[in-house]
């Protein structure tokens, strides 16, 4: 059994004003993608399994993985797809099965379903009858064009993420299984008007990680071969942008009435599952009376989620409440690290910083800082291991405050950046953190409160916010009065062999 393996992964916000491009992304070609073996990544967990039998052959083709950022030039997305589709394609009638380790929430210019556009084309040049799996975050937004082309697909189960490879190894078993039985997979989603955000949204304390325990439960009694609940990812404004849920079975019966049931237990709870945010004034003003250390969560401004990294607003509300302790921030500038490079460590230079590229939200604050260090601004995710590269990075200090400046976003949702230019955030009495969540231990579990602050940014929690125009409406919370009843559609390639779309149709509905 000869089994390609393709990757092609990011997440952005419609809402960044910084389109990404093609150098954004580093690349993977052919024998390269085996340096994911052992790491915690979807790739890494595939191989796991793939290698572990004798009987199968790996062919790696490429695999393209970039942070999170604004919306994909058409021209990067062009060449991207190029040369992903250049990759598989001398492989064409030579492989028995497909796995594409994927996101769900790119977005491009001109083409607001990457992932569905790859995955057609892949089927298109592979035909219909090769098995092909997929897997995906739990934040991407799986599509009907995505759906018609697939036999099945893995989905994250923890948020803050952790299970990266044991996803790509329940997809990777999952394809196998298919092909080893010779079974013919039927697909249930429901797709619910939904946007979620929130504590209630962290898998192993919210309501979230109850709806995906009894996903899980599905699969242990047998019910499902796959099942789970995405919630999506409210900035990647898209027309197919909501919470859904997705059950593979060998029965369509069983396959409907357990989406139905997943997404009316996440619809019941959708109150709960609403960002609830402090607001910047007070949460300044609350944390100057508390004596332990304290973290300020700028999810606004989460570059993990897709936001230019470049707020500096918290900073400014900090100084102009009086917050006399220490404070640590990151920023993006590159200016501002240029002249901090330019000028040495030891030196004292006086720049702008924030309000580099989001300058609808952001003004640049000018400030007369000390440089503490220069770096590279290499670093490596605490999680998943892969390389962080920030571009030159400088860590400036004025007054009470030290600032990570780097020239490059990246994400932030751990602590690898802090630790990578010398600073420990325990030394510090208040953090502020560019990522809606992080796991327990980074923060949550040593300071005395992490407040939520409703501050600006393409990322922000306060949905309304922020202006979508392209997913239907209405959608909860931005309506609150939505309404809801169950509806599953179901997939089923096996209906039409001879080509490559197949029937997708409300369930008891028949074939259109």
Sequence with gaps: MRVLIAECMQEISSFNPLPSKYEDFAIE???ELYKQRGLNTAIGGALAV??????VELVPAMAARAGSAGILARAGWLRLRSELLDAARPHVGKVDALFVSLHGAMGAEGEADPEGELLDALRGMFGADLPMVISLDLHGILTDRMLRQIDGLAIYRTYPHVDFADTGRRAAQLLLNIVDRGARPITARVTVPMLARGDECITRTGLYGDVLADARLMERDGRALAAGVMIGNPFTDAPELCTQAIVISENAE?????????????????HRLVGKLVPVEKAVSLASM???PVAFTD???ATSSGASGDSNCLIKALREGGYARRVLAQIVDPDAARAAHAAGVGTTITVPIGGTYDRRRFEPLTVTAMVESLSRGRARLETMGLPLDAGPTAVLSFENF????MSRAVHLFDRAMYYANGLDPHNFDLTIVKSPHTEFHMYDGWVEKNFNVDAPGSTSANLASLGHRLCRRPIYPLEPDTTFEPQPVLYD????????SPIATPAGKGTP
Aim: charged share 20%; glycine share 10%; with cysteine.
């Design 254 to 270: 069983t396959a409907a009435a357990c989406a139905s049931a997943l997404a009316a237990s996440i619809w019941a709870g959708r």
């Design 493 to 500: 390639r096996g209906v039409v062999p001879e080509t490559a």
């Design 290 to 292: 508390i004596e332990g």
């Design 402 to 405: 030290t600032v990570v400046v």
């Design 29 to 31: 070609h052919g024998d």
């Design 299 to 301: 999810a606004a401004d």
């Design 50 to 55: 793939f290698e572990a039998r004798p009987d």
